[in-house]
């Protein structure tokens, strides 16, 4: 038997079964890098003023990867809420992206922009302590229902806060009988979004369960909201300054702090083992934190609508711990880490207008600064 004359013909078809491959697998990776090539040079360079509130989840690289798979290179200018609200200069940006709908509003107004987007959405929330729990329960602050707690009588709250109580005031105390005052931390409301929504709930509750519309309703609540600000004493200019106290510092430090819901639902989300006795407190009534993107152009509606509609985007910002128009994004997300799912909030109330927020907020500035 002759095995060059077997061998010899497979070995010529292995061979160019070979360079076949090779020419293919060239041909696909060529192919390949002209599609990249392609999708960048179609790529758009759009520019975004956001509210702080927003920029870890616009800047994670994720986003990014799947706003330029999308045609979008993404630059991010951070900047308060009622800061962009009042800029002259919106127009040098495709497209702003406030925490709020207030100001979501009055930018659409200063600016001509024919739309505003809704994108996401997060509660405002107290987020405190569990050895805390028993007092406020105690004295009728703070009630559980199932694996919630909330805040079922904002208004008690609120007396306790303008009567200068101290928590060694409060009854049945022993686990925190300290000479504090009974307040909610926020952040500056001359400078942050988290502090105007809890100046807009609260007007609410002082202005008898009603909006406020009026300067003369103004003028009847603000001795009740004054306090609330001015006893604080020194505030942080942005929504993660006193959540980073509330974690880093303990409850000595911060008993009680307003939030949103999105950062403390993020950061379990994050740790391995997430802090037992850090707790959510839901406020009854309370206000929702709305993401609203408003464009000035065809670059920033295109933006507007993927931060709005696409889903990989949407799973990523459950994973920020922000409510979307799929509620079971978030709660997969918790669920993984066996965290027990966000309620379903019916008692939310709606903010006052921009303009009304600020001649309110123009009241305690004029106090923080006689």
């Known amino acids: 038997m002759d095995i060059k004359r077997i061998f010899g013909p497979l070995l010529a ?50 986003v990014a990867e799947v706003l330029l798979h999308n045609g979008i290179r993404l630059t991010v200018q951070k900047s308060g809420s009622r800061e962009i609200a009042l800029r002259t200069d919106l127009k040098q940006f495709d497209a702003a992206f406030p925490g709020g709908v207030p100001a979501a509003e009055k930018i659409k107004a200063i600016t001509g922009a024919k739309q505003s987007v809704a994108t996401f959405f997060t509660p405002m929330v107290v987020a405190s302590w ?3 729990l028993p007092v406020l329960e105690a004295n009728g602050l703070v009630k559980k229902r199932g694996e919630h707690w909330f805040l079922p009588d904002m208004g008690k709250l609120m007396q306790h806060m303008e009567a200068g109580t101290r928590w060694r005031d409060l009854k049945d105390n022993t686990a925190f009988s300290v000479s504090k005052s009974l307040l909610i931390l926020t952040t500056d409301v001359r400078k942050s979004n988290s502090a105007a929504q809890y100046l807009a709930l609260t007007s609410w509750i002082a202005n008898s369960g009603n909006v406020v519309t009026t300067d003369v309703e103004i003028e009847k609540i603000m001795p009740r ?62 206000v929702y934190s709305k993401r609203i993107i408003v464009p000035f152009n065809a670059k920033g509606e295109k933006l507007a609508q993927l931060l709005s509609t696409d889903p990989k985007l949407q799973l990523l910002a459950a994973e920020y711990g922000m409510r979307g128009s799929d509620p079971k994004l978030l709660a997969d997300a918790l669920a993984a880490k066996k965290l027990p799912a966000a309620p379903q909030l019916n008692d939310v109330v709606e903010a006052p207008t921009f303009e009304i927020l600020e001649k309110m907020i123009l009241r305690i500035e004029s106090q923080l600064n006689p």
């Not at 790529?43 to 509130?53: A, K, M, T």
């Not at 430090?253 to 850090?278: H, K």
């Open 13 to 62: 078809i292995i061979l160019a079964l070979g360079v076949g491959y090779g020419v293919w697998q060239s041909s696909n990776k060529k192919a390949a890098e002209d599609q990249r090539a392609a999708t960048l040079a179609a790529v758009q360079d759009i520019s975004l003023v956001s509210g702080s509130e927003s920029v870890p989840f616009l800047s994670d690289p994720r």
């Open 130 to 132: 569990r050895p805390l």
């Open 225 to 286: 909201l004054l306090p609330l600000f001015l006893k604080q004493g020194f505030q942080e200019n942005t929504s993660s300054g006193p959540f980073e106290n509330y974690t880093a510092m303990g409850m000595g430090a911060v008993p009680l702090v307003m939030v949103y819901e999105s950062q403390f639902f993020e950061a379990a989300l994050r740790e391995a083992t997430p802090n037992p006795d850090m707790v959510l407190l839901y406020p009854e009534p309370t």
